[in-house]
């Protein structure tokens, strides 16, 4: 079974950092796509970022060039560097997987203040 904990969530103000980290157990993780998504309050949930078992990474519109994924293959680590947050990037953040089904962690709340 596949496990992901996200963490490193908080409050920041705008124009802050913050770094996400997402620690998974199981045997989905370095020959899979991995990706971070996030959900507003009223709003349906929404890909955030993709980072492919080779490395190449996609990025929503309204976080490229502010945002970087990267992960530890060998600490199977999954990461997030949010630099100039807004606070519209408010929202709870989840890692995911897409293995025999697509797995989620828990998430964790990042809060942006103006």
């Known amino acids: 079974q596949v496990q992901l904990v996200e963490s490193g969530g908080g409050l920041v103000q705008a124009g802050g950092s913050l770094r996400l980290s997402c620690a998974a157990s199981?045997?989905?993780?370095?020959?899979?796509?991995m990706d971070w998504y996030r959900q507003a309050p009223g709003k349906q949930r929404e890909l955030v970022a993709t980072?492919?078992?080779?490395?190449?990474?996609i990025y929503a519109g309204s976080v490229k060039g502010r945002f970087t994924i990267s992960k530890d293959n060998a600490r199977n680590t999954l990461y997030l560097q949010m630099n100039s947050l807004k606070p519209e990037d408010t929202a709870v953040y989840y890692c995911?997987?897409?293995?025999?089904?697509?797995?989620w962690g828990q998430g964790t709340q990042v809060t942006v203040s103006s």
């Open positions: 980072i492919t078992s080779g490395g190449s990474t």
């Open positions: 995911s997987v897409l293995g025999l089904r697509r797995y």
């Open positions: 199981g045997s989905v993780f370095s020959g899979n796509v």
